[in-house]
């Protein structure tokens, strides 16, 4: 079993930025490829980044790509997505995600562990 737990959500201008943190407990944390998703009100769940269980690749939706960086530390169990550039269109919850698999997914099913999301509100 893995726990996840989310921080660094805000309130912050367009163009500001913002960092989240992940941090997880349980099973062994560098075995799990981490994603972040985000779900905007009246919107589907939508990928954002992933991170595989080393660090060494990532992978990012087009829509965050140039803005968006996403980290790990395996030596505190933390994943992290360091948000510049933010715009309105940015506003949602965001949720860290892990899965088992090396590569990781860009859909929710294939992810089987989920935080409790953190809001992040971009003002215009």
């Known amino acids: 079993q893995v726990q996840l737990v989310e921080s660094g959500g805000g309130l912050v201008q367009a163009g500001g930025s913002l960092k989240l943190s992940c941090a997880a407990s349980?099973?062994?944390?560098?075995?799990?490829?981490k994603g972040w998703f985000r779900r905007a009100p009246g919107k589907e769940r939508e990928f954002v980044a992933a991170?595989?269980?080393?660090?060494?690749?990532?992978y990012y939706a087009d829509s965050v790509k140039g803005r968006f960086t996403i980290s790990r530390n395996n030596a505190v169990n933390t994943v992290y997505l360091q948000m510049n550039g933010l715009k309105p269109e940015d506003t949602a919850v965001y949720y860290c995600?892990?899965?088992?698999?090396?590569?990781?997914?860009?859909?929710?099913?294939?992810?089987?562990?989920w935080g409790q999301g953190t809001q992040v509100t971009v003002s215009s």
């Open positions: 991170i595989s269980p080393s660090g060494s690749n990532t």
């Open positions: 349980g099973r062994t944390f560098s075995s799990y490829a």
């Open positions: 995600a892990a899965t088992g698999e090396v590569t990781p997914g860009t859909r929710p099913y294939e992810y089987d562990y």
